[in-house]
């Protein structure tokens, strides 16, 4: 949600795996997008989340990190 630009995401076949893909070769591979025209988002309702500033964050530097 506060990323911005496109990135993908990847899920094993038994479902037990997935996050972001940030680079990726093979062979044989089944790539699907969706396009969504709605989403619900469910937040956190604890006091430290609702307090959290994310505009003072810039998550995109620190993803491969995370990763």
Same mark, same amino acid.
């Given at each position: 949600?506060?990323? +911005? +630009?496109? /990135?993908?995401?990847?899920?094993?076949?038994?479902?037990?795996? &997935? &996050?972001?893909?940030? =680079?990726?070769? +093979?062979?044989?591979?089944? $790539?699907? $997008? =969706?396009?969504?025209?709605?989403?619900?988002?469910?937040? !956190?309702?604890? !006091?430290?989340?609702?307090?959290?500033?994310?505009?003072?964050?810039?998550?995109?530097?620190?993803? /491969?990190? $995370?990763?």
């Amino acid at each position: 949600i506060n990323i +911005g +630009g496109y /990135h993908f995401h990847f899920l094993s076949q038994d479902q037990k795996q &997935g &996050g972001h893909l940030l =680079a990726f070769e +093979g062979d044989n591979l089944i $790539v699907e $997008v =969706a396009e969504l025209k709605k989403f619900d988002l469910e937040i !956190p309702q604890d !006091p430290d989340f609702q307090k959290f500033d994310f505009s003072k964050r810039d998550p995109s530097r620190k993803i /491969h990190k $995370v990763e």
